[in-house]
């Protein structure tokens, strides 16, 4: 695998498993607004993740399917600051979508640069996307920068972001999840 593809597949599993994390909110976000708000992100995530996991697989041979759900979970390349489980807790919850924003900025950006114009074209695509997200992340940070516990969350999560070589306990229930219909029912695709 090239470090290229290597980058589009951590960044992929990154926005699959957010998507999924952020999806937990459905229902029970403290606002109506934010139940919506949250809903859409987890959708636009779980959106790039498929497209991310289909250029990668075009370059090693295989699907975005078996990318995204036929893999062991020690092959998922996700950061840890993704896999936390954080329902109930908005304030920390916040504080994941403020860090995970501002660093998904910085490796769009890169991508818009990439030599393949396919890439960069996608990434342009996904950053019209994602300025919404950067927005309401904005919005929060805002809101809640002087809330103590706000400060604790950015201080305890920040670390974990580029941390990918090991997975927390929580994300092998993620996975169970995620995989279940693809494990259960052949052929199964996206």
């Not at 896999?83 to 910085?106: F, G």
């Not at 996307?129 to 940070?141: G, I, L, P």
């Not at 809330?147 to 604790?152: D, P, T």
């Not at 999840?177 to 996206?190: D, F, I, K, L, Q």
Request: net charge negative; with cysteine.
């Amino acid at each position: 695998m090239t470090d290229q593809v290597q980058k589009i597949v951590e960044i992929a599993d990154d926005e699959l498993v957010l998507g999924w994390r952020n999806s937990e909110w459905t229902g029970i976000a403290p606002l109506l607004e934010e139940d919506v708000a949250f809903s859409s992100i987890a959708q636009n995530e779980i959106g790039h993740a498929r497209a991310l996991y289909e250029l990668a697989a075009r370059e090693l041979g295989t699907t975005a399917d078996e990318l995204a759900f036929d893999r062991q979970p020690d092959e998922y390349r996700c950061s840890r600051l993704v896999q936390l489980r954080l329902v109930p807790d908005w304030a920390r919850t916040i504080a994941r979508h403020c860090i995970y924003e501002r660093a998904d900025q910085a490796r769009i950006e890169a991508l818009k640069r990439s030599d393949d114009a396919e890439l960069a074209g996608l990434a342009a695509k996904i950053d019209r996307e994602e300025a919404y997200h950067r927005m309401h992340a904005e919005m929060w940070f805002d809101r809640l920068e002087d809330e103590q516990r706000f400060k604790a969350a950015l201080e305890e999560l920040e670390p974990l972001f580029d941390v990918r070589d090991e997975h927390i306990p929580e994300f092998a229930e993620l996975w169970e999840e995620m995989t279940m219909v693809r494990r259960s029912v052949a052929g199964a695709t996206w």
